[in-house]
């Protein structure tokens, strides 16, 4: 899913940044680093709470609380809590069971037979039956509500396609068998096709409740939380005692727009926890800082990167695009610009991912070639006026930008200005495939290069934002998608990588880590590489 990060701040990823002027991070969340003296760090006792505990941090507004409608991380980051489907990833990135307790699989799989919980219940205690699966599924892909993102994760049901262009009453390859028990035929066995039920396209919402007017404002999830509050400042999720595999450890879970810089609140005891930015980690990585003790760190299974659109001029010329790519320090960004907090990127894939390719041929920094390249374009050298478009504002441009700007100037001659966007905006800008240039990154949903590779580069693909066609990536990728023998499915993939990566359709830049400051009090915080519940096995100690 992509990941945001509004200039000079930091975002998430799948669904996840924009460049980032101070820190690196994801998981949706956008922190303001300032300096401050240490000798505030670090308390070692909990603040006052109610019964259970109550956790506090910092984190965006979400921009939507539809499941059907997620593609940012931010928003999955809320979603994941207050909603669940049939399946869940778990800590070690496994599908495992959620709503449903147990499934089986056909022996051509292409057949999913899901029996749910009998304890499974909405948070008003209505229980989940198969027809509440049936319903939201044919939402979420349904032409009245016009998801961006439905057919990416559901596409593979059988009759999906049809339903959402209004062609068919219903979705042929879903059916209710009696209350406990859902079928969903998929249209090839597809190894993968477990882990997409795992994105919120596919949780369960409540019919009642959505057909009432910004019914978002009062869900009525089956999650571990339900949404108590809602304002311009903060969320307040409650915990859901009705939850079916048993109810969190904490009472309330405050989440924080605004009142201040993160690091300073969370040095002043207001919040428990933080991610650490550019400005801070030098004094946090610090043995001697109080701060120290508390530093977790981690790896992300995300990409940042610039991006092409491959029909607008200059960027038609692969020749163009290879020289952006050559006048590219990488190194010098993730050592140098975000002091070693992120990871160069040679590729598409992040080195956790499973197909990561350590022999992988980048487009190396080499600014020589990069201008031999730009000169034997058919454009010569002469290119027409280029806007690299970013999400946020431009009341301070991002670091990482200002890096790019000056090294495509000094390298090749090219003088390229930036365009500032709304984060809401820009998402629908990129949908419709506005832009010329743009910087963003992409947080796995379910660990599988076919989520980064299939779904970003198939000509197909409504993930693609890049006009990107290539015959030979399109029929290797639908070779891929039913491929059994594990092995042979991921030399496809890297196969598939290395054309994208010459063919220079982006400059992947890099990989971030998680760097984190958590309170000692707070005991079971776990933070994924990449969007899952995360919130019901953390307690607050003496809470």
């Known amino acids: ?40 760090g670090i308390s070692s006792r909990a603040p006052a709470t109610t019964s259970g505990g109550t956790l506090r941090f910092f984190q965006d507004e979400p921009a939507t609380l539809d499941p059907a409608l997620v593609q940012d991380v931010t928003s999955a980051s809320y979603v994941v809590e207050i909603f669940s489907g049939l399946v869940t990833l778990d800590q070690e990135l496994d599908v495992t069971p959620d709503l449903a307790s147990r499934w089986e699989v056909s022996a051509d799989g292409t057949r999913y037979t899901f029996y749910l919980r009998e304890n499974a219940q909405f948070h008003d205690g209505k229980p989940v039956t198969a027809a509440d699966v049936k319903f939201s599924l044919e939402r979420a892909c349904s032409p009245a509500l016009r998801s961006p993102v439905a057919l990416t994760y559901l596409g593979d049901i059988v009759g999906a396609y049809e339903y959402a262009l209004g ?12 209350d406990q028990t859902v079928e969903i035929t998929i249209d090839g066995a597809k190894s993968y096709f477990l882990a ?42 409650v915990r859901n005692d009705r939850y079916y595999r048993g109810v969190a ?7 924080l727009h605004s009142g201040g810089d993160p690091m300073t609140m969370y040095e002043g005891n207001e919040i428990d926890l933080v991610q650490v930015g550019v400005n801070d980690i030098e ?47 990488r190194d010098k960004l993730a050592n140098v610009v975000l002091k070693g907090m992120a990871s160069p990127a040679r590729g598409i894939l992040p080195p956790e991912l499973p197909g990561y390719n350590e022999r992988l041929a980048g487009l190396a920094y080499d600014p020589v070639l990069a201008r031999r390249l730009l000169t034997q374009s058919r454009y010569g050298g002469e290119l027409p006026p280029i806007v690299l478009h970013i999400s946020g504002d431009l009341a301070a441009l991002p670091r990482t930008i200002e890096a790019l700007l000056a090294m495509w100037e000094e390298n090749l001659g090219v003088a390229v200005t930036v365009e500032a966007t709304p984060w809401a905006q820009f998402l629908d800008d990129i949908n419709e495939r506005r832009y010329q240039m743009f910087s963003l990154g992409w947080m796995a949903d379910y660990p599988d290069p076919h989520n980064f590779l299939d779904l970003l580069f198939h000509s197909e693909s409504d993930e693609n934002h890049t006009n990107y066609a290539n015959p030979q990536v399109d029929r290797l990728l639908q070779e891929a998608r039913v491929e059994q023998d594990e092995e042979r499915r991921l030399e496809i993939y890297q ?8 063919d220079a359709v982006w400059i992947p830049l890099w990989h971030d880590r998680e760097y984190w400051l958590i309170k000692p009090y707070v005991v079971g915080a776990y933070r994924a590489p990449t969007v899952i519940p995360w919130l019901k096995d953390v307690s607050i100690s003496g809470g």
């Open 196 to 237: 997409k039920l795992t994105y919120s396209t596919a949780f369960v919402v409540d019919q009642a409740n959505v057909r009432r007017a910004n019914w978002t404002d009062q869900p009525n999830g089956t999650g571990p939380f339900k949404l108590a509050q809602r304002s311009a400042d903060r969320i307040e999720l």
């Open 1 to 40: 899913m992509t990941r945001s990060k509004t200039s000079g701040t930091i975002v998430g990823v799948a669904l996840v940044l924009v460049l980032c002027a101070t820190c690196v991070c994801c998981g949706g969340l956008a922190f303001w680093i300032t300096q401050r003296e240490p000798d505030l």
């Open 283 to 329: 004094r946090v990585q610090d043995p001697s800082n109080p701060l120290h003790s508390a530093l977790q760190i981690g790896p992300n299974l995300n990409v940042q990167y610039v991006a092409f659109n491959v029909e607008q001029p200059p960027f038609d010329d692969v020749k163009v695009r290879q020289a952006f790519n050559h006048a590219t320090d």
């Open 167 to 178: 062609q068919a009453a219903e979705i042929s390859g879903i059916r209710v068998l009696d």
């Open 495 to 502: 196969q598939v990588e290395q054309i994208i990566v010459n």
């Open 249 to 255: 450890k904490l009472a309330r879970v405050q989440i």
